[in-house]
């Protein structure tokens, strides 16, 4: 009997279509269910670092983004207290290390309308929609999926299952790994203006405020076109409720108090987010994998999540191909999960915390510490690279591609 070389994908987020888009052009047969009735558009991530974009730019995607988003090669560190630049950094420095300088600002529903779109011309991959994963199974050969659909329970099945259904994952449940980390005690507040902070004010594409009492990230996304609109994001207090945190008067007198102005804000968008640092305790399961946020979540500090959920599609999805395709070795899931969680926890769990214990130091002397090297290290172009490569996580795929199959069998 020939063995079932289907792949089932549980979340349509771009993660999840990134892995079909990718194993269907490798003439996988694939299906992905999605729980939702459409796709959402509310703006989540957008930063598209460069490692990301050399992934994506293999797949073709970059030049349909770039029209679709913002391209950026600054960003800037402030120390809001007293208003000044700390220091401006520039992807040109990695100009000979990465076809890619600089990040694209484009949101995530973006991102996944472009891919959408590639698979609208591939017979082989089937979006289903209002289609809930509830339950799984799996044997030696095969993964039998449960999914609730507007028609009742129906029952799918594959060689392999890949869980991109999110920080809540039922896939990562139904396979009983373990999500180990912490949650933040704060939580996250955006607000969404089209205020021209660029203007007005001067801050680039994307801007860090370090401050004792009250951070901040300000970061512009093209939304509809010009002239875009500009995100904030703040510490909120966890014992506040949501209702009362998301009020006008509150909203609005949190935009005054961090950008003062004569004339009221116009806030097009506003949530809140309860903030995790996790990272599953494996990436495989037997023939259940997990990419994206079902593996790993962080703060937003920095633009890591995404970033890395879609090398994570990138990496499985090679892996799997090879595997189904190719008649390589099952091991190669193994290194994917090897490769992917070692970078998570050394570089996606480390910076991304480390990025935000910079901008809320509150003890003076580690303030001043922090803006000092801040200063010093965009002085200094060498340095300067170093942090550019680790914030723009090529140090983290160089590391995630010296790991071999020889480590995962030793």
């Known amino acids: 009997m020939q063995k079932d070389r289907s792949v089932l994908i549980s979340g349509g987020g771009p993660v999840g279509l990134f892995c079909a888009m990718l194993l269907g052009r490798a003439g996988v ?49 402030w120390d809001r207290p007293t ?39 591939m017979p082989n991959v089937r979006v289903m929609m209002s289609h809930a994963l509830q339950s799984l199974e799996q044997d030696v050969d095969s993964v039998t999926a449960h999914v609730m659909t507007l028609d009742g329970v ?3 099945h594959g060689s ?30 955006v607000l969404t203006t089209p205020f021209d902070f660029e203007k007005e004010l001067g801050y680039c594409y994307r801007s860090y405020f370090a401050d004792p009492d009250e951070w901040c990230n300000c970061f512009k996304v093209a939304a509809d076109g010009p002239p875009g609109l500009w995100r904030t994001v703040f510490p909120a207090n966890a014992e506040v409720s949501e209702e009362s945190l998301l009020r006008d008067d509150v909203v609005h007198a949190q935009l005054q108090s ?17 903030t995790h640092q996790r990272v599953a305790s494996t990436f495989r399961q037997g023939r259940v994998l997990l990419a994206g946020d079902s593996a790993h979540v962080n703060n937003s500090i ?18 799997l191909a090879m595997v ?14 090897m490769q992917r969680r070692t970078v998570c926890i050394e570089f996606v769990q480390e910076q991304s915390i480390a990025n935000k214990k910079r901008l809320e130091a509150k003890e003076p002397a580690e303030r001043a510490k922090n803006l000092d090297s801040l200063r010093k290290t965009a002085a200094d172009p060498e340095r300067a690279r170093d942090f550019l490569r680790r914030g723009a996580m090529i ?16």
């Open 83 to 121: 208003r000044q630049l700390v220091a401006q950094f520039d992807h040109a420095l990695l100009a000979d290390e990465t076809p890619y300088p600089f990040v694209i600002q484009c949101e995530q529903f973006k991102t996944s309308r472009i891919i959408l779109q590639r698979l609208d011309a």
């Open 258 to 274: 961090f950008f003062p102005k004569a004339e009221p804000y116009d806030i097009v968008h506003r949530n809140l987010y309860t």
């Open 160 to 189: 392999y299952l890949i869980g991109a259904d999110g920080g809540r994952s039922t896939v990562r449940k139904q396979a009983g790994i373990p999500f180990e980390g912490f949650t933040w005690p704060e939580r996250f507040l």
């Open 302 to 319: 920095g633009g890591m999540g995404l970033n890395g959920g879609l090398q994570d599609a990138a990496n499985v999805s090679e892996k």
């Open 29 to 77: 047969e694939v299906t992905l269910f999605e729980a939702g009735a459409q796709f959402t558009d509310d703006p989540r991530a957008a930063t598209t670092h460069p490692a990301t974009l050399e992934v994506l730019g293999k797949a073709g995607l970059v030049e349909d983004m770039m029209t679709a988003g913002l391209v950026a090669p600054i960003f800037q560190f």
């Open 324 to 337: 189904l395709t190719d008649n390589a070795p099952d091991s190669m899931l193994d290194l994917y999960s």
């Open 395 to 410: 140090t983290m795929q160089r590391r995630a591609e010296s790991i071999t199959l020889d480590d995962v069998t030793a």
């Open 154 to 156: 129906k029952t799918f």
